[in-house]
């Protein structure tokens, strides 16, 4: 990974970001860039669980949403460097339209994203980074909602492919026709991996684990650096968990 000066890392994003924070995709990433550039680069981590674009984008600009203190100090700097993570709620559907329409529809997902990237490009982040939503287990999530409508009217489904999909399309369009957006897709990687579904918790098939936060990690090192990182990828993916302390000191566990 390339380092020159200082840079500044922003994450903004849902609980896959948000939860598990000592350990998570962003913390291991945090970790790898001190350890090979002292220094040289700062994470921020403003994900908050249960975002979605619309809730996401009022927050940023200051507008009555859920945990709005929460960003009270997120523009007192600025930021090189902007990674956005959402999509496991936007493609949520509910009992309300027979699982039929996501939270967030394609449209309404471009017009969001499109003002968040203008907003941070005013803020003076010069490169925003879409990953697409990860993989879910998708049976899993068919099974908990078919359980829960046994004892409840409205609920929700999770995880659909479609609606995942969809929702990393608009992303994709969006990075190819705006300058200084990429799309970071983990989805198609993720999918392709027989133990995908191993990726996420066993009570939900939403959230990651340990083994899905390292495999996002990796992805986004591979990014940064331009270049694979095979050897990085081998020692991480061995390991059975990863803590890091509030030092910064990873600690495996095996």
């Known amino acids: 990974v390339p380092a020159k000066g200082r840079a500044n890392v922003l994450f903004l994003g849902d609980s896959l970001t948000d939860y598990d924070r000592s350990r998570n995709h962003a913390s291991i990433m945090a970790h790898y860039l001190e350890e090979a550039h002292p220094g040289a680069f700062t994470v921020y981590n403003y994900a908050i669980g249960g975002d979605f674009c619309s809730r996401l984008w009022n927050r940023m600009n200051g507008r009555k949403t859920n945990r709005l203190e929460a960003f009270e100090d997120i523009w007192s700097r600025t930021y090189d460097l902007a990674f956005i993570l959402l999509g496991a709620n936007d493609s949520k559907t509910s009992t309300n339209n027979g699982y039929k329409v996501p939270v967030t529809p394609p449209s309404l997902q471009e017009k969001f994203m499109g003002q968040m990237i203008a907003f941070l490009k005013e803020k003076g982040v010069r490169r925003v980074v879409l990953i697409s939503p990860a993989v879910a287990n998708w049976p899993l999530c068919q099974k908990i909602t078919a359980q ?84 990085f990828a081998t020692d991480l993916e061995k390991r059975e968990s990863v803590d890091i302390s509030p030092t910064g000191e990873v600690q495996w566990q095996n």
């Open 148 to 231: 829960r409508e046994k004892k409840r009217k409205n609920c929700s489904l999770f995880g659909e492919p479609k609606h995942l999909e969809a929702f990393a399309a608009v992303e994709r369009r969006l990075a190819e026709s705006t300058e200084g957006v990429d799309f970071l897709d983990i989805y198609t990687p993720m999918k392709a991996l027989p133990d995908a579904y191993e990726m996420t918790r066993p009570g939900d098939g939403v959230h990651l684990v340990d083994k899905g936060y390292r495999f996002v990690a990796c992805r986004l090192l591979d990014y940064l650096s331009g270049v694979a990182v095979a050897a």
